[in-house]
T-cell receptor, first 110, second 116 residues
Framework: GENVEQHPSTLSVQEGDSAVIKCTYS??????FPWYKQELGKRPQLIID?????GEKKDQRIAVTLNKTAKHFSLHITETQPEDSAVYFC?????????FGTGTSLTVIP | DAGVIQSPRHEVTEMGQEVTLRCKPI?????LFWYRQTMMRGLELLIY????????DSGMPEDRFSAKMPNASFSTLKIQPSEPRDSAVYFC??????????????FGDGTRLSIL
């Protein structure tokens, strides 16, 4: 019930194309779903989050969608740029703990 | 705010030595988390504190690992004795929950630990 499955593990896209990363979970107690970006050798940084009373949230080129019924949430990056290259982690909360996905290594090819 | 501050940034030591990692959470945050990150296992939660009290240490791998939070602005993670398989990046994170668990965690820059 605590696992978060994240797909794909690696993703390469051409600059300007869109990238989509999907996470699924199985418990019903989670109400908060953050996404973190981790550049090589750096800390995970929060880029966007969504709460369960919302189905979609957008911040410039980044959007997150949540389907609580199907228990999946996705990160969408449009008009990708080389600086978007990083590892992206989804997470969900259960109580006061976070459970992280295994990460997606995104490479944006110039 | 300076964010979560960890020290040292890098630590290289020989197996058998004691290692102490330090963390200063964001001022006012009531939760502090210690994570270990490796390629094989990803981000693993080791232990977390609420108002300086350890709440869940089920992620601590062995008795060689211990963590303390003597006050709201300081926590340590200690490994004694250290082993090569402890080599990883250790992150500290803090959050301000105060009854609302739907809050982000803020990570420090991590300590890259290498045990030879």
């Amino acid at each position: 019930g605590e696992n978060v499955e994240q797909h794909p593990s690696t993703l390469s896209v051409q600059e300007g194309d869109s990238a989509v990363i999907k996470c699924t979970y199985s418990d019903s107690a989670s109400n908060y779903f953050p996404w973190y970006k981790q550049e090589l050798g750096k800390r995970p940084q929060l880029i966007i989050d969504i709460r369960s009373n919302v189905g979609e949230k957008k911040d410039q080129r980044i959007a997150v969608t949540l389907n609580k019924t199907a228990k999946h949430f996705s990160l969408h990056i449009t008009e990708t740029q080389p600086e978007d290259s990083a590892v992206y982690f989804c997470a969900k909360n259960t109580g006061n703990q976070f459970y992280f996905g295994t990460g997606t290594s995104l490479t944006v090819i110039p | 705010d300076a964010g979560v501050i960890q020290s040292p940034r890098h630590e290289v030591t020989e197996m058998g030595q004691e290692v102490t990692l330090r963390c200063k959470p964001i001022s006012g945050h009531d939760y502090l988390f210690w994570y270990r990150q490796t390629m094989m296992r990803g981000l693993e939660l080791l232990i977390y504190f609420n108002n300086n009290v350890p709440i869940d240490d089920s992620g601590m791998p062995e008795d060689r690992f211990s963590a303390k939070m003597p006050n709201a602005s300081f926590s340590t993670l200690k490994i004694q004795p250290s082993e090569p398989r402890d080599s990883a990046v250790y992150f500290c994170a803090s959050s301000y929950i105060m009854g609302d668990p739907n809050q982000p965690q803020h990570f420090g820059d991590g300590t890259r630990l290498s045990i030879l």
